[in-house]
C-alpha cells in the first residue's frame, strides 16, 4: 500500500464537500510531477487531506477508489490523468502545517520540500505520525 497526501483550497473545495459528495473525481492537475503521483496511485491507497491557503492543516484521510484514468475535462490532451478518492474519516484533531514542521519525523515530508505540488507520496512513518498527531 502507498500513501499520499493530496491539497485543496477549502474556499474551492473543502473537506465538508468532499465528505458531503462521497467521493470526487480528483482533477484539474496540470503539473507533470504531480500528475505522475495521481498516475502511481492504486486501489485503496490512503491519502491525507490538506486544506492549504486557509488553514494549511491536514484534515482528513481518504482512499483511492479507483486507479488513474485520462481526465474526462480535457479529453483532448490525453497526458492528464484524474483518480477518484472517496473519504474514510475527518481527523479527530486537525493537523496544521506548523505542527509538521516542527515534528522531526516530518523533517523531509514532500509537503515541506516541494510545497507548491499539489500531490505528494509520503511514506509510511509520516503517515503513521500524521495520523497519530491527529488522534492526540
Known amino acids: 500500500m502507498n500513501y499520499w497526501l493530496v491539497k485543496s483550497e477549502p474556499d474551492a473545495y473543502s473537506w465538508d464537500d468532499f465528505v458531503k459528495q462521497g467521493k470526487a473525481v480528483w482533477d484539474g ?43 474526462p475535462t480535457i479529453p ?5 490523468v484524474v483518480v477518484e478518492l472517496e473519504p474514510v474519516a475527518a481527523l479527530p484533531k486537525p493537523v496544521t502545517l506548523q505542527q509538521i514542521k516542527t ?8 509537503l515541506i520540500r516541494h510545497s507548491r505540488l499539489s500531490v505528494v507520496p509520503i511514506s509510511t512513518n509520516e503517515f503513521e505520525c500524521i495520523l497519530a498527531l491527529g488522534h492526540a
Open 103 to 110: 515534528e522531526p519525523l516530518l523533517q523531509n515530508i514532500p
Open 29 to 71: 492537475v496540470r503539473n507533470y510531477q504531480a500528475r505522475n503521483n495521481l498516475a502511481a496511485m492504486r486501489l485503496n491507497d490512503q491519502v491525507l487531506f490538506y486544506h492549504s491557503v486557509a488553514g494549511k492543516q491536514v484534515v482528513g484521510l481518504a482512499r483511492v477508489s479507483r486507479e488513474s484514468y485520462p481526465d
Open 76 to 80: 483532448e490532451d490525453p497526458r492528464w
